[in-house]
């Protein structure tokens, strides 16, 4: 950083890189920055760090992508030249299994219309599977129909057996973390990118079913810290909407002394919402288990301060655990203790529709007014109308459904389940901590 | 005020003996906020320092402390300013006749809260706005045009600017997400509980009579029950000091399980941590800890 040009263009770079982090910086806080500089000076690394950190991270949580981002930004250039030809590399590389794949996936000769994305599943495929869709598109190719060979007006046909077959493996990498993100073209970010996966606060933004054992503990205690400070703010009061309650005299009177104690304006109480009790029904099945257990620790950080949370878990048959939940009992011992309750399928499907029927007629107190429903489900239930038309009535009951989703919310529309539970309920995805806490701090 | 550089500010905060460490950038960043005229925001976990920054800075600058303290329900009236209603109603009262409208909503009618106040000061002052996370979003809006500008803007009277431009400092404890008007106005700052070594220089500097040994042994005990232990709520910085000065007070001369168990309650302030530390950790194992290597970022320099 040598003249004062050099120091704009530098400073807006960087900006320019930490907004891709998810920083949001204005001009104003890149000008700080920049008289910030002029006042401390240049010569001191660990003081430009300081100085650039105290003008344009806003928050706790945004501290670790700055670091790695200062330090990659900053790196000597030797370094920025290795990560710049790593980048270059890994495009390179996936740009030509992307244009293998366009020369693999033909019918009779011709390129199938199959989006980019699928294309990455494809090159991303073992190879024999790779060699079984290959010997499809050939085979078919090849076919015949009554007769006659086939011809070119089954291509749509053809492509969509190939699309289904790559979106069936696109799910079944995604469930064993294989899926590989495409990763940046720019060295510095995805270095920092890199960096940023092997940290804590990755973690927020991965799929917690993805994170392998030896993260646990780092997780748990992360989410303890989540969930004390989300518990200050559910034991604070739950204001709904300003609804107007009685005249406040006291206050009515206080504004109109300045109209000589003639009552010009009133002045409302306003109106005391009682603070909501929540009710989690976390879903059992085997695709769900280890959101569950996060969930659950999360809310068990929760209700060690703001008690009244009632968690109910369900598979084919709902069960009853908030006891559980507050004597301290492990995960790995409630599911075992509550398993016979709940049937043999237990770990395996689900049926909502049973479940709900179940909480409605088995615990009615905790289904009033006051009450907010969390439901943890990737909504994937046996007898799907049955436990719309219920959900539905639990809706009239309750003040609110809020259902968290693990499916993506992309992937929402292949699932029909959850286009009929919609109507009743505040559907959002979450399968990372990041998501479950954002939710939780919107809505609690 | 004439302008200080960072290293006279640096040693301005040594000698009113505030701690800081070049890992922490609480120096530059107050220097900074101080320096560019801009609030500073300090977030962090209770007890780890951060309204005693303001206490500091109103210390080095010679500038009188204004603190306000927030709640939920906090509003302008008792932040900002309100009009003295029984003073402008004997006016009323007195004058019927010839009475103008300007002469109710003049400045000898206005009650200045504590922003006001530090306003229409004629010297420089230091204002603590402690907790903002406790407020409400509505009055966190209602600051932006103080905290951005150093005015207030009445609209019986006019805009009442800064004669000298306070030293703005707000905490926030992090229980809500403050407005990103009010982050953007504000030079950040982020406290976390202390280094080891940051510990040990603080309990120097104030029990200096404590021996330099005994002094990290208490700093290294309260940080394995930061570290170790997922308790309710953290031991500050404060409560370590008590600590340190139970120790000196009873003539300890090295921690022993029967101590710690007699004292343990000047660190955990609630029953469930208490039942916490016995569950996962107990007396024994923490002083076993405390001569086992040291964990990462606690390497310490001091004789033992």
Redesign the interface.
């Known amino acids: 950083m040598g003249t004062a040009s050099d120091l704009d263009r530098h400073l807006v770079e960087f900006a320019q890189l930490l907004r891709t982090f998810g920083l949001r910086l204005s001009a104003s806080e890149i000008l700080d920055a920049m008289q910030g500089l002029m006042l401390v000076g240049f010569e001191d690394k660990g003081r430009v760090e300081a100085v650039l950190q105290a003008t344009l991270v806003k928050d706790a949580n945004q501290i670790p992508w700055f670091r790695e981002a200062f330090r990659a930004y900053f790196a000597p250039p030797e370094h920025k030249q290795a990560w710049e030809a790593e980048a270059a590399k890994r495009a390179a590389e996936r740009n030509a299994k992307l244009e293998q794949s366009r020369q693999e996936l033909r019918f009779q000769g011709r390129e199938l219309d199959i989006p980019e994305e699928q294309r990455a599943i494809y090159a991303q495929l073992p190879e024999e599977e790779q060699e079984r869709l290959r010997k499809f598109l050939e085979r078919s190719s090849e076919g015949m129909k009554l007769g006659v060979p086939l011809d070119q007006s089954f291509q749509p046909m053809v492509e969509r057996a190939v699309r289904g077959s790559l979106d069936y493996w696109r799910r079944k990498l995604d469930e064993e973390g294989a899926l590989l993100p495409p990763g940046s073209d720019d060295g510095v970010t995805s270095e920092v990118e890199k960096a940023m996966r092997e940290r804590e606060i990755q973690l927020l933004a991965r799929d917690l079913k993805q994170i392998p054992p030896e993260d646990w503990p780092q997780v748990i205690k992360l989410i303890r810290r989540l969930s004390q400070r989300l518990a200050s703010q559910v034991s604070r009061r739950y204001r709904a909407a300003r609804r107007r309650g009685g005249v406040d005299m006291r206050r009515t009177l206080r504004q109109n002394l300045r109209y000589g104690g003639v009552l010009v304006e009133r002045r409302y109480k306003s109106r005391h919402t009682s603070r909501p009790r929540f009710v989690l029904l976390c879903d059992m099945s085997a695709s769900m288990l280890k959101y569950t257990e996060f969930v659950l620790q999360f809310v068990y950080g929760l209700s060690s301060v703001a008690g009244g949370i009632e968690i109910f878990a369900f598979a084919d048959h709902v069960v009853r655990l908030t006891e559980k939940i507050h004597k301290g009992q492990s995960f790995a011992q409630m599911v075992e203790e509550a398993m016979p309750q709940a049937g043999n399928q237990w770990g395996g499907g689900t049926n909502m529709a049973i479940s709900l029927a179940e909480l409605i007629k088995e615990y009615p107190h905790v289904l009033s007014k006051r009450s907010v429903l969390l439901i943890l489900s990737d909504a994937q239930t046996l007898d799907g109308e049955q436990a719309a038309s219920l959900l539905e009535r639990v809706r009239r009951q309750v003040r609110e459904i809020l259902w968290l989703n693990t499916v993506p919310a992309k992937r929402w529309r292949e699932v029909p389940t959850i286009e009929m539970f919609k109507p009743y309920c505040q559907m959002y995805e979450c399968y990372t901590l990041g998501h479950l806490t954002n939710i939780l701090k919107e809505r609690l | 005020m004439s302008r200080m550089t960072?290293e006279e500010f640096e040693h301005a905060l040594e000698e009113t003996g505030y701690i800081t460490e070049?890992q922490d950038?609480i120096a530059?960043?107050t220097?900074?906020?101080v320096?560019?005229e801009?609030p500073l925001?300090v977030?962090?976990p209770p007890g780890v320092g951060k309204t005693e920054i303001a206490k500091i800075l109103s210390q080095v600058f010679g500038a009188p402390l204004i603190r306000l303290q927030c709640y939920?329900g906090l509003d302008e009236t008792r932040a900002l300013y309100e009009?003295n209603?029984?003073r402008?109603?004997l006016k009323?009262q007195m004058q019927r006749e010839s009475l103008q409208e300007e002469d109710l909503f003049a400045s000898s009618y206005l009650l200045g809260r504590p922003l006001l106040q530090a306003l229409q000061n004629e010297k420089r002052s230091v204002i603590l706005i402690d907790e903002i996370d406790k407020t409400d979003s509505e009055f966190e809006a209602f600051l932006f045009e103080f905290l951005g500008e150093f005015q207030v803007t009445i609209p019986e009277m006019g805009t009442v600017t800064a004669k000298e431009r306070p030293i703005v400092i707000l905490t926030s404890n992090?229980?809500?997400?403050l407005s990103?008007g009010l982050?953007?106005r504000?030079?950040?700052?982020?406290v976390e509980a202390p280094s080891v070594d940051k510990e040990v220089r603080i309990i120097r500097v104030k029990v200096p009579e404590l021996p330099e040994r005994l002094a990290y042994q208490v700093a290294r005990a309260v940080g394995v029950l930061r570290e170790k232990l997922?308790l309710?709520k953290m031991p500050s910085i404060a409560e370590t000091l008590d600590w340190a000065k139970a120790l000196l007070v009873m003539g300890k001369t090295d921690l022993d399980p029967a101590w710690v168990d007699a004292t343990l309650t000047l660190l955990l302030k609630s029953q469930?941590d208490v039942e916490i530390f016995y569950r996962e950790l107990g007396a024994e194992r923490l002083l076993w800890e405390l001569k086992s290597p040291q964990g990462e970022g606690q390497r310490h320099g001091h004789g033992k």
């Open positions: 960072l070049r950038k530059v960043t220097f900074l906020a320096q560019l801009k925001l977030t962090g939920e009009w209603y029984q402008q109603l009323i992090g229980e809500r997400e990103d982050k953007r504000c030079v950040f700052l982020h997922a309710h469930e």
